[in-house]
């Protein structure tokens, strides 16, 4: 059974910080997907990796994926309040029917 | 604006109760997924349909039931409710059945009293 961790599950940080989530994953996938969530809202994606090595960005977020360490991280870059959210991983194992096995996601609490 | 439509987005109702919740994909996309949130179990995938045929099935319980429709909508059915069965259900769609992004709608809040 996939199972996908991430840590950690609650973050709080001040604004102009530095931090990184990270998202292990148990079994062989190429595709790994990071989505962001605001409370009582829908899920928002921010990135799709579909190799080793890949490295995306957009803003303060970068994110990377390593699937010989089966891990993917999730890099904030000094950070706004407008950051603030839940934010998922989701692993979608290469070859099945699409189905998303997610994270238990880390809340982030930006603070002034 | 996903593109994605989910109705109804709140539904309030009673142990042992049945309702039915709707999802309109996107235009263009064949496949529709359906998710739940919830505090226990966090996101976990039930089931997807693909042009009208269930295509994969996760941890969906056997007093759930879905379809999709010729017209590619999809309805998630919940019978006799228990409260643990409280959560938020999302609908996602994508163009095919296989390793494509999938966009979600705003979900459907269900309250069981």
Known sequence: ?112 | DSGVTQTPKHLITATGQRVTLRCSPRSGDLSVYWYQQSLDQGLQFLIQYYNGEERAKGNILERFSAQQFPDLHSELNLSSLELGDSALYFCASSVGPINQPQHFGDGTRLSIL
């Open chain 1, 1 to 112: 059974e996939l199972k996908v961790e991430q840590n950690p599950l609650f973050l709080s940080m001040q604004e102009g910080k530095n931090y990184t989530i990270y998202c292990n994953y148990s079994t062989t996938s190429d595709r790994l997907y990071w989505y962001r969530q605001d409370p009582g809202k829908s899920l928002e994606s921010l990135f799709v990796l579909l190799s080793n090595g890949a490295v995306k960005q957009e803003g303060r977020l970068m994110a990377s994926l390593d699937t010989k360490a089966r891990l993917s991280t999730l890099h904030i870059t000094a950070a706004v309040h407008d950051l603030s959210a839940t934010y998922f991983c989701a692993v979608d194992r290469t070859g099945t029917a699409s189905k998303l096995t997610f994270g238990t996601g880390t809340r982030l609490q930006v603070t002034l």
